[in-house]
């Protein structure tokens, strides 16, 4: 449950007959201390288990401290929270044999040993039923009951009963157990709170990249030419101008970039003539940070759009604008309307709308919560058709832009072309072999392979219609 | 778990000494096959059951491949990945009897056949646990460990211990099994995969038919009216104008529509004195469907703010400006300031902000994540209080739209009136009537049928102060 | 599972040969008719219990009526659909011996009485087992359907076997169970429905507050003190202008009391010299609502946005453009361009794009299913880093905004100076003793406390190295 308050006050009371379960903690540092101050709160007997068992005012009130081995006795369930570099100690307790031990422990960097700590406390305390849990959650969370970020516990462990027990130990701290299966995957529990955004990454970097590139392309045709040439100082124009110019750009580049591998993919199928091998590991990252690309280039698309509704409080278009004002109302001349231009602004901004209006409902489905409501199909239905014609929209966006530029003399500065044109290259290449994909004579067949079809499969009477 | 990371690199190595859980496939098709390497690749042995019981380059490698009956002795859990038509043969295999099979099947159509898949399964061989896992998830999804979609596995039967060791697996391979219950529930998860959004097909027809008959309205009025009778050419206002007329519109009619079942309700229980009879049919679906009602309309919303924000960066706005100024500069007359103007133009935007700004509120509140976590009574004040505040703001902001144009005397062309004033009819019906469902005397009956009182039962007195 | 159509069309045929569990439930009053209806519908037998073993025109067609001790006969799980204040019969009815009784009930306040209902059910039937259950659901709900609210229903009991039938029923209902461990969690389950929206009182008042302090000061500044020496009459100002003041100014108030009491508990146990004293309770009601203070802001923010992108559409704005055109054109001079001015205008703008966008990206972090994929470390990176990022940009966005102003004459009216500079005092604040807080030698220190690490403890060898 996400409510805070519902957990934070935890009733201290117990007005029922019921036996209170004792849980057994070894170590008493920060960690230990908390679990154990939470557990207190939650009802539990808290035994604590230390070399030194003389009581300290560190510890939690209402908790003992005993000897490892003493504190082994009170209770099935003992929690190690104690570094992996000092487990060793653990093979001697024979008080160990048939207790579960909660392998709570973290470390410092991603596989840092060959086998999980979990792992390993298994193979030390062989008799023992080790299930790991706890280390995703912080022991100042424990305390203060600020448990804002992820309330979920990861599970694992061999005896399902052992796993049971934890889990009815973390629902009772107000905590979600998700049980992830057997004690195989207590190195991804142990790898999980030491990642920051792993996916991510790339997309960031990227991103970065082509923001910069394009800023000093934009500043060197936009500041520093005039500069040169004309010797005017518009430097202002760093700060709204061209990121709006930047912004855009890295957006639709980073959109068709989340398109590029799915075509390319199907390239690949369609020359080796079956799904079966795998595809190179670049590709499959990518493949893998689709998402991740396509959200970041929704972030770029909405600072545009900020960007370019402020365009009118602008000072130096109020300026302009006034100044034009001025000489036009001095030449006594009414100005003449052009269809043409009405209708290219107009569409320019139409199509801009709705490719960001698309963009936004793909973001929104997106959401964990939302994708996992939507069945496969439907999944598919919105990132791959409605993803598609968002591109297509957002390409037509940026073409009817440079539909009102292209008569305009200066495109050309020291041989550079305005910025769009570049953003243009790899969307339109994107939709060009998607348009020959969809023909179809080859859409059939990349059907067939997906299906499981081999081209070259001597064995392909094996793919019985009979079988799903 | 959603993250990716955590399942793609699952652990390929035993270290510890358990021994290997064997899975038995029936079925060497796609989805057999991609199931048999997704499982090779979380640590199972798998034995593929075939009755061609050849080795193929296409079965994923470490695999066995047996006849029917010998694969069937060497597991006790049995993935059937065959077609439903070609599950007659398993009557015959006496292997079968206690063993748990897994139909993983899906139709081509919505209830294609009587009774679902799995229980025609039970059916052929009743000595058998039969649980329906799986379908939800695509070849596909399974092999390239993109699951962005969903990762929920809908897992259902009528043996409690058959199913959850098939949950374990489910586990086992990074995916979120989700217990359904009996088996059922099997008919409607193998109708799952096959919806495309159900409950979003009403409001967007209707949405679709509303937005065709304002364009074209629009259109005759604006467009077509003027070229009739000044020769104009203004078609570039289909671009931006005219979308800007049928949105905001749309949505509001959508809106209204969200609470018109609402007060129909409440008329045909205040009628009947009861709430234990049914609505008709069409009311029923009608209110089932008002989230996604809601929904569309706050996308035509939130597409009328961004077709209101570009207005100043259109050519055309920035043109007549312009000619404005000059011909004013020309008379050298300044303008006169009307602050009623100022008042409704600005009282016109503060309500179309606040009545977006709200509509947002519960737009985002109908996100699954967030309405899972407020209780009943939160949900009902804010998809009821705060979605009536919406309605009034949003005809409000329309009214005085209205209020600034009531007085220009072309608002009839060839008989039609503006289409706002179309758009008013059904909130302010709405409005009218709750207004009247919410004063004291009416809303203290609708409260006490909607308690479960009954104007004209005998047996009245059976609803007893006691029972809840 | 959310999706609606799934649960709504539950087969109501039972092809298999199955028998029929039956349910019992007591009490005949609105929510347990709704729940026997439901159950029927969903392939269950249903027995009531009543004192009046009458049939009655209102229970659902298929269910039967009996006495009490005869309905409990019938079946393994009874239901118990009676106020509180009536359980005392249920004392006597020897039948109900073993059975497991599912509490439903909820109080009309919380914390009604001493103990929750289920507890105090638990008391008088101690030979029962007692599952708390099915409270937060309404029976307007169950009979129509309609739960987009939420699906979640509480379970808790100390019967685990209890508990698990329990679930199995809420399940086959097409609601989501959820374990919340032992009956001591009955209490928080029975209070749970009765909240509304605690967590939001505090930021919903102090905005309100704030809000309206505000208001008036600016009604004060600009609309009575004009009004007052120059006999202007510009109360329009209240509908946009003024508002657009207030917004941004409680935004970044609250943004600031977001990371206020952060700064105030490291103070705090930089001066104690520990962790492990709880900090005042004013603070820590603080601390605990800092995500709705942030979300309140982003609201804020928000409208500010929204009432700031339609300046150049108000009828104010543009007459007085025209009306400097005018002039201007008038004396024919042209505009002198200030680099100066363009470069504030622009990063003022900048600034507050930037800010919006980085508040944006926290409040999507913070909605339930997105903080739930992150870990602790990814949480606290968003929250602390990005969060003091979005901080520090509104507050240069508010001093660059300041900084065209300053120059002005006319800033002090009746000695008061611009409500702008009032809402820089506690940012700045903030942001002045975090950065001292993070400066090397202090972050040391607290880096230590915060690990567990006490100044003046005697026994803080206690805190060994070995554990975690």
Redo the contacts between chains.
Sequence with gaps: ???????????LT???S?KQETVCIF???????SLGFKMLQC?YSVVFG???S?M???LPHGAEVLSYSEAAKKSDIIII???R??YNFLTELIELNGKILVD???NLKINQYP?SNA?YL??LVPRAHVVKAFN??????L????L?????V?VCG?D?EAKQRVM?IV??LGLTP????????A??IEN????????WRLPFYLSAALCVFFFFYCVLREVIYPYVYEKK?I???M???I?NRVFPITALILLALVYLPGVIAAILQLYRGT??RRFPDWL?HW??C??QLGLVAL?FA??H????????????V??R??????????S????S???T???????Y??LG??G??LF??LGIT????????????????V?SKLGYLTLILCTAHTLVYGGKRFLSPSILRWFLPSAYVLALIIPCIVLVIKFILIMPCIDNILTRI???W?RN?K?ST???????
């Design positions: 449950m996400e409510n805070k308050t519902f957990t934070d006050a935890l009733p117990m007005n029922s019921e170590g008493t540092g920060d960690f230990g201390r009802g230390s070399r030194n003389q300290s005012s560190l929270a104690i570094h570099e000092h709570v422990s973290n086998e792992e298994a193979q995703t959650i912080s022991a100042w969370a305390q203060s009951g600020a804002d970020a992820s309330r979920q990861f061999n399902s009815d629902r009772t998700l049980d992830q299966g057997s004690l195989m995957a190195n991804e999980y709170p030491l990642q920051l955004f792993p996916m100082d430097t202002f124009r700060a709204v101008s990121p799904k079966y499959d493949m893998l689709r998402k972030g909405f600072l759009v900020l960007y370019t509704l402020v365009i009118p409080i602008r000072y130096y109020r300026w604008l006034r100044n034009i004002n001025i000489t036009q109302a001095a006594q001349k009414e100005n309307f052009s269809t231009s009405a209708w290219l602004s107009d569409s901004l139409a709308i709705l960001f209006f936004v409902l997106s959401l964990p919560s939302v994708s996992n409501i939507v069945n496969w199909r439907e999944f598919r239905f990132q997906r299906q499981g081999e499969s064995y094996l793919n019985k219609k009979s079988d799903v």
